[in-house]
């Protein structure tokens, strides 16, 4: 299935960035201030480069058949979903396709690859690698997390600390507007010193542009005031339970609701959905049909691969509006 973004929104406001965040953990995770109910929720996974594009052009070809999901009481955004949310409340779908199909990022413009110093025993070590060590070596979610935030840790003592001013001058050159959104915004992260899950929104005195550099850090932990945190992926895949409570819920994943994790950890979408069911929601994920994963190639974070899965995610959206629609109304 898939979703829509909300028509073009100003974009000339001066970025200013918004408050520290308070020393006080409670006041910066946004958990306990989600609305406990609501009509309707559209939650966007991770799945890098590529599959940002193909939930741009879903939402794109969702909102040129007539069905505007950007206009959900929440949205939940995870990892390249967190960029998708910022951007579809931020700025018109069709623009924000167009853009991808006219002028497709250079190389230049992808993620920094996490180098250590010259010399660091870290510095030439696979993510993907360094990843599957954790997972194999984790008891549980929990541990896991606590796993990751310490690699990144270490991760962030071999750099010389330019990488989180770096990244996020990307993560905000992609972002149409450097303000919060009006309407409730969840962006996921974990807390990399603690290992605890932590959400983000506009109360939380966290810049926009700041949160979506938590939610997508995958290597490093990116820095906010004292605090680290790493891609919002590990809290749980898609995070589609911080939906809970609303009638209806609408999941855009590009890996479909795929987990590398094991399946009693409870980090899989399907686990999600039934937690959502039990709570009386009815749920609709939507998946990369052939097309689209044709589009998306081998490697999810090719620049080269954007327009196509972009171009294949339009195309199903379209084809998707009229069952969506009657779902979603």
Do not use: C
């Amino acid at each position: 299935m898939g979703a829509t973004p909300p028509a073009s929104r100003p974009t000339t406001a001066t970025p200013e960035r918004e408050p520290m965040p308070s020393s006080d953990p409670g006041q910066i995770d946004a958990t306990g201030r989600v609305p406990p109910a609501g009509e309707r929720a559209l939650v966007l996974h991770g799945g890098g480069s590529v599959g940002n594009a193909w939930e741009i052009g879903v939402i794109a070809g969702l909102l040129d058949a007539g069905l505007d999901v950007t206009e959900a009481d929440l949205i939940v955004g995870t990892s390249a979903g967190a960029t998708a949310a910022a951007q579809v409340t931020g700025a018109d779908p069709a623009d924000l396709l167009a853009t991808i199909l006219a002028q497709p990022s250079p190389p230049s413009a992808g993620r920094p690859q996490p180098t250590g110093r010259r010399g660091s025993p870290g510095s030439a070590v696979n993510p993907m690698e360094r990843t599957d060590r954790i997972l194999a070596a984790a008891s549980d979610a929990a541990d896991m997390r606590r796993r990751m935030g310490a690699a990144a840790l270490v991760l962030d003592a071999e750099l010389d600390g330019t990488r989180a001013e770096q990244w996020r001058t990307i993560v905000a050159a992609r972002l149409p507007s450097p303000h919060w959104p009006t309407q409730t915004v969840l962006i996921t992260a974990v807390d990399a010193r603690t290992g605890e899950p932590t959400v983000f929104d506009r109360s939380s005195g966290v810049d926009l542009a700041d949160a979506v550099a938590a939610s997508t850090s995958s290597g490093p932990p990116h820095r906010i005031g004292d605090g680290r945190y790493i891609d919002g992926g590990y809290r749980r895949n898609e995070n589609a339970d911080l939906a809970t409570g609303y009638r209806r819920v609408l999941v855009l994943s590009p890996f479909g609701g795929r987990s590398r994790h094991p399946p009693e950890w409870g980090m899989q979408l399907a686990a999600q959905v039934d937690e959502l069911h039990a709570s009386g929601s009815r749920v609709e994920a939507v998946f990369p049909d052939t097309d689209s994963l044709l589009a998306f190639g081998d490697d999810m974070m090719d620049l080269s691969a954007r327009p196509p899965a972009a171009r294949a995610g339009f195309a199903q959206g379209q084809a998707l509006a009229p069952s969506l629609t009657d779902f979603w109304s």
